[in-house]
DNA sequence: GAGTCGTGACCAGGGATGATG
DNA sequence: GCATCATCCCTGGTCACGACT
């Protein structure tokens, strides 16, 4: 009955039952070499005996070194980043480290600075913050908070350490892929203009029919959202040229799709469609989609690895960017009358 | 140049410079009384100047009190615990608590107890726990890990604390809106039987089916999967009685309407289909999906007032589940030949 | 003198007590 | 006699040093 139920034991408790100084139990926590086995063990007896475990603030306090790591996700919870976040989380763990996670629906500066400054309270070691939006990520690299910062973005907004996904070239394989069936007028509903993976996929876009000699066509910008690629349907509709699209995400893809249902106009047969995400669901759409697929567990982990980098002063490899695959499905068909098929 | 770039300023550097005593200071940071307004103000501007950040970890290792929590989440980043964890996470960051959030792909009984012990060395004050699966749940209570723990499930496996959304009613809504459309086998698609929220959906199609004294069918089980639900198309189309299935999730759903049109089965023509989920998506789907709605921000808030509820010693009154509602699209319709319609 | 172990200071704050005006 | 402030000790660990074998 000498047990207390709600504070749990300390070094000290643990130190008297095993019948050595409170240093010796910390050698003990921490591997160090020069103790006696036996010494050894009957410590470790003592620490399962009483559920000893060390408290981790106490340890923060003078080493300095919280093993904490602060994570901003901010946007709605798609796919994308609540996929890097997971993939993140768990290599963390791997490495011994908590992650006090900050998410929020919008990317609203105030916000931004209270999450920031509720992770350098707790005394993380380090920032890392998924951002769609530029702006959002503009708000924290202004903001000097004490802590090294690492960015999971496209571009990097004067912020030093960053990581990212080959947005550019999953673009570039979907714009080549369509080339290659034979189309010519490959148009390009894009996401928000304040989103910089939207901007990469676009550049990929362009990039890539400038290259091939093709007309150049006007973006049409969507916001990422099923409704706005359903709208695109109709600019698609009145551009009999257009035999292929690259959307530039899944949820577009699929509101496109139902849009040019709704007008008679087939997928694939008179119009390709590729998309982007890979979404659980897209093998499943009406016609299955054709779209290029992220790689977030490579990413996450790359973004760890940077912020231990970053931490252990090697100074930080900018890691290659995770890499995008394109995965061909049934939304994608040669163009009709076209040398090739 | 007396600045220190790694070291944060401490309350000393900010009591020296305001001519004070730490303790003053400790005043100004706690919003204590007693303290003249014209010191607290040049407190005040000690601490702007130096751009002091109390240490959290030093005032928890005294106080006890972390202003930490712990969040586990379980299973694949799928909308439903990614969204109800950000809702909690912004209510905690609200009452100004921190979340250590650890999420796992897998519920692995192993990999939980390690994060559970992460969370408890870093000495969150409790433990949330996001759990689809009941082995899940299980691994975390038979743990004692000295903080009170709150699950959001849809059943208590001996959890004192938890709260959950209404899959019950939500399922019975559902069967209760193909009833009313003249359905009179209304077949379903369960998720897997290691879930407690298809277990609870399963029992709300089932014990609504039973109070209309209807002949019951056997279920169909499914993974939440969009296969699965494809290969429950072929289970409905052996069975020419069934005119409408009430699907436990959107995802099989979209797979079982993919399977049914392969089929030239019609929805809602010949089937009708409801999913469980509202994803963002199925609106554009072909048909647009009719579907049950959980209200995660509900839930999620609900989570985090009973953990603040447990911690204050205010029993824990348990709130009631987060509301669910029906959302009618296109993809029910009348029997054909119902006297409805 | 190398391997074991213990002693005291210290990290950055909070709380009780007492001193000062 | 009350508002205001300073002086200790306390939290639970780590680290530098010294003292035994």
Request: without cysteine; negative net charge.
């Given at each position: 009955m000498t047990e207390d139920k709600t504070r749990g034991a300390t070094i000290f408790d643990v130190a008297r039952l095993a019948g050595v100084s409170h240093q010796t139990v910390s050698r003990v926590l921490n591997n160090l070499p020069n103790v006696r086995p036996a010494t050894r063990q009957r410590v470790e007896q003592a620490i399962a005996q009483l559920r000893y475990v060390p408290s981790q603030a106490a340890r923060a306090l003078v080493t300095r070194r919280s093993r904490m790591l602060g994570l901003i996700v901010m946007g709605a919870p798609g796919q994308a980043p609540a996929s890097t976040a997971l993939h993140f989380n768990e290599a963390a763990r791997d490495a011994r480290y908590a992650v006090i996670q900050a998410s929020m629906a919008r990317a609203d500066p105030a916000e931004v600075r209270a999450a920031a400054e509720l992770l350098v309270q707790q005394s993380v070691e380090a920032v890392v913050v998924i951002a769609q939006q530029r702006a959002a990520l503009d708000a924290l690299a202004g903001l000097e908070l004490g802590v090294p910062l690492v960015?999971?973005?496209?571009?990097?907004?004067?912020?030093?350490?960053?990581?990212?996904?080959?947005?550019?070239?999953?673009?570039?394989?979907?714009?080549?892929?369509?080339?290659?069936?034979?189309?010519?007028?490959?148009?390009?509903?894009?996401?928000?203009?304040?989103?910089?993976?939207?901007?990469?996929?676009?550049?990929?876009?362009?990039?890539?029919?400038?290259?091939?000699?093709?007309?150049?066509?006007?973006?049409?910008?969507?916001?990422?959202?099923?409704?706005?690629?359903?709208?695109?349907?109709?600019?698609?509709?009145?551009d009999p040229q257009a035999s292929a699209v690259?959307?530039?995400?899944?949820?577009?893809?699929?509101?496109?799709?139902?849009?040019?249902?709704?007008?008679?106009?087939?997928?694939?047969?008179?119009?390709?469609?590729?998309?982007?995400?890979?979404?659980?669901?897209?093998?499943?759409?009406?016609?299955?989609?054709?779209?290029?697929?992220?790689?977030?567990?490579?990413?996450?982990?790359?973004?760890?690895?940077?912020?231990?980098?970053?931490?252990?002063?090697?100074?930080?490899?900018?890691?290659?960017?995770?890499?995008?695959?394109?995965?061909?499905?049934?939304?994608?068909?040669?163009?009709?009358?076209?040398?090739?098929?």
């Open positions: 960015a999971i973005a496209s571009e990097d907004r004067g912020i030093a350490a960053r990581v990212g996904s080959d947005q550019f070239g999953g673009a570039r394989a979907a714009v080549e892929h369509l080339i290659a069936l034979g189309h010519t007028r490959v148009r390009h509903v894009a996401g928000p203009p304040d989103s910089m993976d939207a901007a990469e996929r676009l550049r990929g876009w362009f990039q890539t029919i400038a290259d091939r000699g093709l007309p150049a066509s006007e973006p049409i910008i969507g916001d990422w959202s099923p409704a706005s690629g359903h709208a695109a349907a109709a600019v698609i509709a009145a690259f959307v530039a995400n899944d949820l577009m893809a699929l509101g496109l799709m139902h849009g040019l249902r709704e007008r008679g106009i087939a997928v694939p047969g008179d119009v390709s469609v590729v998309g982007f995400d890979d979404l659980a669901e897209t093998a499943y759409f009406d016609p299955p989609l054709t779209t290029v697929r992220q790689d977030f567990a490579v990413l996450g982990r790359n973004a760890l690895t940077t912020a231990l980098a970053v931490l252990g002063d090697e100074e930080a490899v900018v890691p290659t960017p995770a890499p995008t695959v394109l995965v061909e499905r049934e939304s994608t068909a040669a163009r009709v009358g076209s040398p090739v098929e």
